[in-house]
């Protein structure tokens, strides 16, 4: 398969697991957590999506389209390492949905970071929350949901805290 094919893949995947988990967590409480804000793309996506949710959108470095770069108050600059463990006492089983993208083309690099993040998105999230990531995020809190039928296994990942009882 071609790096484009592969790549309107990924994408496609990307869209139908945003638009299948802004779908579950409809009706319930809850912020957006965006990781990796990039070109802002999928940012522009879950606000289309979600127009009355606050989204909170973690980068890094800020290259997107002012378009696309949300209000200050609403994006939190600095290595997720650093800021996603500090979002717990102001967010703490506050966040509804939590979309992970910050991957790179290194893979092993990428892998390590969402296994660095994943032990810090825990306390964030409430029960019944949603995660849409694009690496595996095994041993959390969180099962696996089943892929919107469009999705290839292993192209991109969504995952569920269990509802509260
Ligand atoms: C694949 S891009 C995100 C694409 C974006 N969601 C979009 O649709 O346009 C990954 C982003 O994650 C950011 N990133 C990677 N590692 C990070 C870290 N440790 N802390 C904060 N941001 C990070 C990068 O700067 C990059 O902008």
Redesign the pocket.
């Known amino acids: 398969m071609s790096r484009l094919d592969s790549n309107i893949r990924r994408l496609v995947a990307?869209r139908a697991c945003l638009d299948r988990a802004a779908a579950l967590i409809r009706g319930r409480e809850g912020v957006v957590f965006?990781?990796?804000?990039?070109?802002?793309?999928?940012?522009?996506?879950l606000r289309e999506n979600l127009p009355d949710r606050a989204i909170y959108v973690?980068?890094?470095?800020?290259?997107?389209h002012p378009d696309?770069v949300p209000a200050a108050e609403y994006l939190i600059?600095?290595?997720?390492?650093?800021?996603?463990p500090r979002a717990a006492a102001r967010f703490r089983a506050r966040v509804a949905l939590l979309?992970l993208?910050?991957?790179?083309s290194n893979r092993a690099a990428?892998e390590r970071?969402a296994a660095e993040?994943a032990p810090h998105m825990a306390p964030l999230l409430r029960p019944g929350a949603v995660i849409a990531s694009?690496l595996p995020l095994p041993g959390g809190s969180w099962h696996p949901l089943p892929l919107p039928s469009e999705v290839e296994e292993g192209r991109y990942y969504l995952y569920q805290v269990p509802p509260a009882a």
């Open positions: 990307q965006e990781l990796g804000l990039g070109n802002g793309r999928t940012y522009d996506h973690f980068e890094c470095l800020v290259t997107a696309c600059v600095g290595d997720l390492r650093e800021t996603l979309h993208d910050t991957a790179s990428s970071l993040l694009g």
